[in-house]
């Protein structure tokens, strides 16, 4: 059994359109999270949500929304896509948020808006 | 300064070789830290973490830790082309999200 999955793998669009990533882990995890990683691997935390409850937006444009329906389940969506959205993101989870635990990543998700 | 920098290569080194890999990191409030390995086209996995100063080891992976120099490093011995990946330092304090380095992309040739 997957722990995380993400769906689409794949997502080719093209600029303007509006576009939603789904998320769930079934390790039972309480936190999960939005990265984004870019061309050169960089991996940027996006959104955390606890409980269903935002607790971290980093600077990320409005264009993106994080809503999460259940402990389960994060899905992202964006609106109005631009070419400098293209990237790999991923969803993770762990239980909690202390130092120590371990985060699990989905396989992610590459956008490419052309 | 980022709070975590790492080169990230990439580094090419020969089956059998020793490889060395390390970050820096600014805040000193950070007591967990971690090594995460990503495969092409593979979401990032936890390899090992350490806390506070000091070594850990596991098989042929090393992971150090200097906290008075804020420095960390993975070693890996007999590298094996399987290493062949990006390999990212992470770390946080409670209550906040992994913040990871850059990553520093490995190959190892046979």
């Known amino acids: 059994d997957t722990a995380v999955s993400q769906t689409p793998k794949y997502l080719v669009t093209q600029m303007g359109n509006d576009k939603s990533i789904k998320c769930e882990q079934n390790?039972?995890?309480?936190?999960m999270y939005w990265y984004k990683q870019d061309s050169k691997k960089f991996l940027k935390i996006m959104f955390s949500?606890?409980?269903?409850?935002?607790?971290i937006n980093e600077t990320v444009p409005n264009r993106f929304s994080p809503k999460s329906p259940d402990k389960a389940h994060l899905n992202l969506h964006i609106n109005s896509l631009e070419l400098g959205d293209s990237a790999v993101y991923f969803c993770?989870?762990?239980?909690?948020?202390?130092?120590?635990?371990?985060?699990?990543f989905g396989q992610g998700t590459r956008l490419t808006v052309v | 300064q980022k709070e975590v920098e790492q080169d990230p290569g990439p580094l090419s080194v020969p089956e059998g070789a020793i490889v060395s890999l390390n970050c820096t990191y600014s805040?000193?409030?950070?007591?967990?830290f971690m090594w995460y390995r990503q495969y092409s086209r593979k979401g990032p996995e936890l390899l090992m973490y350490?806390?506070?100063?000091g070594n850990k080891e596991d098989g042929r992976f090393t992971a150090q830790v200097d906290k008075s120099s804020k420095y960390i490093s993975l070693f890996i011995r007999d590298s094996q082309p399987s290493d062949s990946a990006t390999y990212l330092c992470?770390?946080?304090?409670?209550?906040?999200?992994?913040?990871f380095g850059k990553g520093t992309t490995l190959s190892v040739s046979s």
């Open positions: 993770a989870s762990r239980q909690g948020d202390r130092e120590n635990t371990e985060a699990f």
């Open positions: 390790l039972g995890h309480d936190t």
């Open positions: 949500y606890n409980n269903k409850e935002l607790i």
């Open positions: 805040n000193s409030a950070f007591q967990y």
């Open positions: 350490t806390y506070s100063s």
């Open positions: 992470a770390m946080n304090q409670a209550g906040t999200a992994l913040i």
